[in-house]
């Protein structure tokens, strides 16, 4: 498995796994296949340079947008942010979202990071946790 800087070709893949991947918590993702392809493009297209993708055998099994010029209403100040990590459900728990993850955190070279889960997506949550977020007060903002 490799962890290599995303490119534009990259993206006509990415929806599908997008939906895959909100398999039972669809309340968190797009209600399309073309709402999808709009997201993705809209996140390629904020920060080109902060997105990474998975690939095991030549096939993406995963994929980070992230973004270094956030502004955060809970911090007062620019922070990284995560915007959405995938990885296809038939590769969870191969370590491959922590690879991801550090890739993007590296890209975005700062203390803070923040991102959003929602309250139902367990799965994410525990992840995150386990490695080192932790949940803002009152809000589904994690940093």
Known sequence: MIIRAGKKEDLKFLP??????????EEYGEESIDKARRYI???????????????LEG?????????RFWYSKFEHSQVGEINEIVVIPAHHHEGIGKELLEAAMHQLQTDKVELWVGANNKNAIEFYKSIGFVEKEHTEKWI
């Open 16 to 25: 599908e796994l997008l939906m895959k991947s909100y398999k039972g918590i």
């Open 41 to 55: 493009d809209e996140l390629y297209d904020e920060d080109p340079k902060c997105f990474f993708v998975a690939e």
């Open 59 to 67: 096939e993406i099994v995963g994929f980070v947008f992230c973004n």
